[in-house]
């Protein structure tokens, strides 16, 4: 009876002490104030905290921006942009486009998790690359509904939200890369899944610290094992962060404070949305 009686225990919380940039605006741009926190588009069963540094910028903020905005992405649409961009045009399977080895591997795989490998043929191999990375990061626990991005876009009420992509601009992205790209993806997956949980937890715990060197070195390591990836994070990361940094300088020319939440990845290094913003004139600097 006292068992039954007795309160549930509390969700445990996940602390955390992200990398938080503070970017002004020059008075003749605007003067305005953004926040830029990076994301991890995926969590545990732990409750977010990420401390009072955070949520006094969060507070702050007359309005969120997210790389998309997920709550405006009606499931219906989401099946049409997959049919349009991630599926292979008919008679053309998944069998047609990858080498034989790939093939093997992949219903390899398949088999381990048992899943049926025909539910892959009518897919593009960029598109059965990251199925198996979400498939992968699910078995060990992690959850998209529990990412950073997420946890704001729950906690922003009447706060207005600004996307800087679409999930149709996304998806067509990963659309242009070339086939011969798209399998080296697939493989890559593929030889990494039994890593997949540790690299995983790697990648997490730097964010959590805020250290942006390992972080930076863990996102792009696959580089410096496969240079052909460099068509990858060029089209990924740094023609996007280009993008993303010239929308932010436009939205910092009205004074007002805004919250930035957009992937970790995007944050870092030279070619980051930070040291973007720094070279277009902005006061950029590390919150403490």
């Known amino acids: 009876m006292v068992a039954a009686c007795a309160k549930p225990a509390a969700p445990p919380r996940e602390q955390a002490s992200p990398a938080l940039w ?4 020059p008075e ?3 003067g305005g104030t953004l926040y830029l926190l990076g994301s991890v588009h995926m969590g ?5 905290d990420l401390g009072a540094r955070v949520e006094k910028a969060w507070q702050s903020a007359d309005e969120l921006v997210v790389e998309i905005d997920l709550n405006q992405l009606p499931p219906e649409e989401m099946v049409s942009l997959t049919r349009l961009y991630g599926k292979l045009t008919p008679p053309i399977t998944l069998g047609n486009v990858i080498s034989g ?3 093997g591997q992949l219903q390899a795989w398949s088999g381990l998790r048992g899943i049926d490998p025909a539910s892959f043929s009518s897919f593009k191999p960029w598109f059965v690359s990251f199925t198996i990375v979400q498939v992968e990061l699910q078995l060990a626990g ?3 509904a529990r990412g950073v991005d997420r946890h704001f876009l729950d906690q922003a009420g009447a706060r207005p939200v600004v996307a800087l992509e679409t999930v149709a601009s996304q998806l067509e992205m990963m659309d242009r890369l070339p086939a011969s790209l798209q399998e080296l993806m697939l493989k890559d997956a ?3 899944v039994d890593g997949f949980p ?4 790697k990648l997490l715990e730097a964010w959590r610290r805020g250290d942006e060197s390992r972080l930076e070195g863990l996102v792009f390591q696959p580089l410096d094992e496969f240079p052909e990836l460099e068509v990858f994070y060029d089209l990924v990361f740094f023609q996007r962060n280009q993008s993303m940094a010239r929308r932010l300088a436009q939205l910092g020319g009205d004074a007002k404070t805004r919250f ?8 870092l290094g030279e070619q980051g949305v930070p040291a973007l913003l720094a070279r277009r004139g902005f006061q950029v600097s590390r919150v403490p």
């Open 260 to 267: 930035v939440v957009i992937g970790a990845g995007h944050m």
């Open 101 to 103: 080895e790939t093939q």
């Open 22 to 25: 503070r970017a002004e605006a």
């Open 190 to 192: 593929l030889a990494r």
């Open 28 to 30: 003749a741009g605007g």
């Open 44 to 48: 545990g069963d732990a409750q977010l």
């Open 142 to 144: 992690y959850d998209a």
């Open 198 to 201: 540790v690299e995983t937890e």
